[in-house]
């Protein structure tokens, strides 16, 4: 930054954060520190990173006092390692204390916005393609915050909503379309400012062309960034099996839920948890990402994935230890971007297996998900989250047990049933609870030994019936098939034996049946 814009930009605002830090006095350093004395502070990188912001941060401390003496042993838009040196400031204690924070923050805010500056440009390079900044930046920061976008790599697009024409949705919106919107800021813009639009749709691209404008593409990063992990992470896992069992990927298809990655040969559970494992140990490692573009002749000598005859300028991506393959498609820098890996299921798939996979964000929404619907088990069961699968097993064990009891109170019951009708004629029954083959398994016991027809009906949870009817050598289709019209029901079966459920209370199926 130099020292005009320094002046008449950036010094009222060190001021202002200043002022707002400190109201009326440091009570803390003036508490310990009442005259001044001399000392002198180190600043240490933290993490690895591109630093930016290294003369604002000498700034706050030559307001406090001009006398400050700062040695810098770096400069902006050098790369830093975590651990290294990249400044020493010597003077007044009082002064270093009280100016620490506002430094810090100017410092590690602008560092920050460079370094990732710097990831995504490393991204493009050998494009043709631009990386340009918004003017969404943070209030009273731009000027530092549009500073350290140059510094890592990147261009400023519009400083503020004056010096540049750019339409958006709502403009459009305003004006009525594309082509009125970009008319009326012609007529009204003086001949200096270019003007560009936001569209979203091909048609609007051709519109604004036609009319005379600059169009602004706009990246979703969000989504950008989550396809750059599942990609990454797929490279990663394909990679390892093509080393360890010589398959090759011949599927792969991402989704906004999952990935699918087919692959030529068949693996166990076991190897694929071992794949799973050495996947997310690459991952971990953070190793940084390679992007090369070999000669024809570095190309022939190589040894990479999925090799085949190509022609022009073909892009090889690395994934130190763990993968070499041509691709075109966007990844992460470094390896820890990705997050983690998680195989999700396994079938087999034409020759080989398909392979259902997730990585980065999605691993921690799917194990937050997993680990909600644990704990509502944990609850519903009065178990531990750790214990909720022994719990299960008792359950089941104790379901087992009570389908037991349950099916010999209903053998009872039907047996009951059927002494008690013995040698009557037509039979109309209900009773609540049963399930499908325990009302035919009533309707059946009873039709045996009634001279009639057996009707048996139990409730459902939503109003309805459930039904079973039996007669000995009798034809009930008929029958059926009105009383399914008259109580909104549907069935059938074998001419003395249906089966169905109708939506009608007791009262009508009664009165049905008196007709």
Same mark, same amino acid.
Not at 42 to 64: C, P, Q, S
Not at 170 to 186: E, F, L
């Given at each position: 930054?130099?020292?005009?814009?320094?002046?008449?930009?950036?010094?009222?605002?060190?001021?202002?954060?200043?002022?707002?830090?400190?109201?009326?006095?440091?009570?803390?350093?003036?508490?310990?520190?009442?005259?001044?004395?001399?000392?002198?502070?180190?600043?240490?990188?933290?993490?690895?990173?591109?630093?930016?912001?290294?003369?604002?941060?000498?700034?706050?401390?030559?307001?406090?006092?001009?006398?400050?003496?700062?040695?810098?042993?770096?400069?902006?838009?050098?790369?830093?390692?975590?651990?290294? #040196?990249?400044?020493?400031?010597?003077?007044?204690?009082?002064?270093?204390?009280?100016?620490?924070?506002?430094?810090?923050?100017?410092?590690?805010?602008?560092?920050?916005? !460079?370094?990732?500056?710097?990831?995504?440009?490393?991204?493009?390079?050998?494009?043709?393609?631009? #990386? #340009?900044?918004?003017?969404?930046?943070?209030?009273?920061?731009?000027?530092?915050?549009?500073?350290?976008?140059?510094?890592?790599?990147?261009?400023?697009?519009?400083?503020?909503?004056?010096? /540049?024409?750019?339409?958006?949705?709502?403009?459009?919106?305003?004006?009525?379309?594309?082509?009125? !919107?970009?008319?009326? !800021?012609?007529?009204?813009?003086?001949?200096?400012?270019?003007?560009?639009?936001?569209?979203?749709?091909?048609?609007?691209?051709?519109?604004?062309?036609?009319?005379?404008?600059?169009?602004?593409?706009?990246?979703?990063?969000?989504?950008?960034?989550?396809?750059?992990?599942?990609?990454?992470?797929?490279?990663?896992?394909?990679?390892?099996?093509?080393?360890?069992?010589?398959?090759?990927?011949?599927?792969?298809?991402?989704?906004?839920?999952?990935?699918?990655?087919?692959?030529?040969?068949?693996?166990?559970?076991?190897?694929?948890?071992?794949?799973?494992?050495?996947?997310?140990?690459?991952?971990?490692?953070?190793?940084?990402?390679?992007?090369?573009?070999?000669?024809?002749?570095?190309? *022939?000598?190589?040894?990479?994935?999925?090799?085949?005859?190509?022609?022009?300028?073909?892009?090889?991506?690395?994934?130190?230890?763990?993968?070499?393959?041509?691709?075109?498609?966007?990844?992460?820098?470094?390896?820890?971007?990705?997050?983690?890996?998680?195989?999700?299921?396994? *079938?087999?798939?034409?020759?080989?297996?398909?392979?259902?996979?997730?990585? /980065?964000?999605?691993?921690?929404?799917?194990?937050?998900?997993?680990?909600?619907?644990?704990?509502?088990?944990?609850?519903?069961?009065?178990?531990?989250?750790?214990?909720?699968?022994?719990?299960?097993?008792?359950?089941?064990?104790?379901?087992?047990?009570?389908?037991?009891?349950? !099916?010999?109170?209903?053998?009872?019951?039907?047996?009951?049933?059927?002494?008690?009708?013995?040698?009557?004629?037509?039979?109309?029954?209900?009773?609540?609870?049963?399930?499908?083959?325990?009302?035919?398994?009533?309707?059946?016991?009873?039709?045996?030994?009634?001279?009639?027809?057996?009707?048996?009906?139990?409730?459902?949870?939503?109003?309805?019936?459930?039904?079973?009817?039996?007669?000995?050598?009798?034809?009930?289709?008929?029958?059926?098939?009105?009383?399914?019209?008259?109580?909104?029901?549907?069935?059938?079966?074998?001419?003395?034996?249906?089966?169905?459920?109708?939506?009608?209370?007791?009262?009508?199926?009664?009165?049905?049946?008196?007709?």
């Amino acid at each position: 930054m130099n020292e005009i814009t320094m002046k008449m930009q950036a010094d009222q605002l060190i001021r202002m954060a200043l002022q707002e830090d400190i109201t009326s006095e440091d009570v803390s350093t003036n508490a310990v520190m009442p005259t001044a004395t001399k000392g002198t502070v180190d600043l240490i990188a933290k993490e690895d990173g591109v630093v930016a912001g290294l003369e604002i941060y000498a700034r706050v401390f030559t307001i406090l006092d001009e006398k400050t003496e700062i040695d810098l042993h770096c400069k902006d838009g050098d790369e830093v390692k975590k651990g290294e #040196l990249m400044a020493t400031v010597t003077g007044d204690i009082r002064v270093l204390l009280s100016g620490e924070r506002v430094a810090l923050n100017y410092l590690q805010r602008m560092s920050g916005i !460079a370094t990732y500056t710097r990831q995504v440009a490393k991204l493009l390079e050998g494009s043709n393609v631009t #990386l #340009l900044d918004t003017r969404k930046t943070t209030p009273n920061c731009r000027v530092f915050e549009k500073y350290a976008v140059r510094v890592g790599g990147g261009h400023n697009h519009r400083y503020n909503l004056s010096d /540049g024409v750019l339409l958006k949705d709502n403009h459009i919106g305003a004006a009525g379309s594309v082509a009125k !919107a970009v008319r009326m !800021a012609k007529a009204y813009a003086p001949f200096v400012r270019k003007i560009e639009i936001e569209v979203e749709t091909l048609d609007q691209v051709k519109e604004a062309v036609e009319a005379g404008s600059e169009v602004i593409g706009k990246i979703d990063w969000n989504r950008r960034f989550d396809l750059m992990q599942q990609h990454s992470g797929e490279h990663i896992v394909s990679g390892l099996v093509h080393e360890a069992y010589g398959y090759d990927n011949v599927g792969f298809h991402m989704s906004s839920d999952v990935i699918t990655v087919d692959l030529s040969g068949v693996l166990t559970e076991a190897q694929l948890a071992e794949i799973e494992a050495e996947t997310n140990k690459k991952i971990w490692e953070n190793s940084e990402v390679e992007i090369t573009y070999p000669s024809k002749e570095e190309l *022939e000598k190589l040894s990479y994935r999925s090799k085949k005859e190509l022609t022009g300028q073909v892009r090889l991506v690395r994934f130190p230890g763990a993968d070499l393959c041509a691709c075109c498609g966007t990844h992460v820098t470094h390896t820890g971007e990705i997050g983690a890996v998680k195989i999700l299921t396994v *079938e087999n798939f034409h020759e080989g297996i398909r392979l259902t996979m997730i990585c /980065g964000k999605r691993v921690m929404d799917y194990l937050n998900m997993v680990n909600d619907q644990n704990r509502q088990v944990s609850v519903k069961l009065s178990a531990k989250i750790g214990e909720t699968a022994v719990a299960v097993g008792r359950l089941q064990d104790e379901n087992f047990r009570l389908k037991g009891q349950v !099916a010999h109170v209903v053998d009872e019951l039907c047996k009951a049933e059927a002494d008690r009708w013995e040698g009557e004629g037509s039979v109309l029954l209900f009773h609540d609870g049963l399930e499908a083959d325990q009302v035919r398994k009533m309707a059946d016991a009873v039709m045996q030994k009634c001279s009639g027809c057996c009707a048996v009906f139990s409730s459902n949870g939503d109003g309805s019936y459930k039904y079973a009817m039996g007669e000995l050598n009798g034809d009930l289709r008929q029958f059926t098939k009105e009383m399914n019209a008259a109580l909104n029901g549907r069935g059938g079966g074998k001419p003395f034996f249906v089966q169905g459920s109708v939506k009608a209370s007791e009262e009508e199926i009664r009165q049905f049946f008196r007709q």
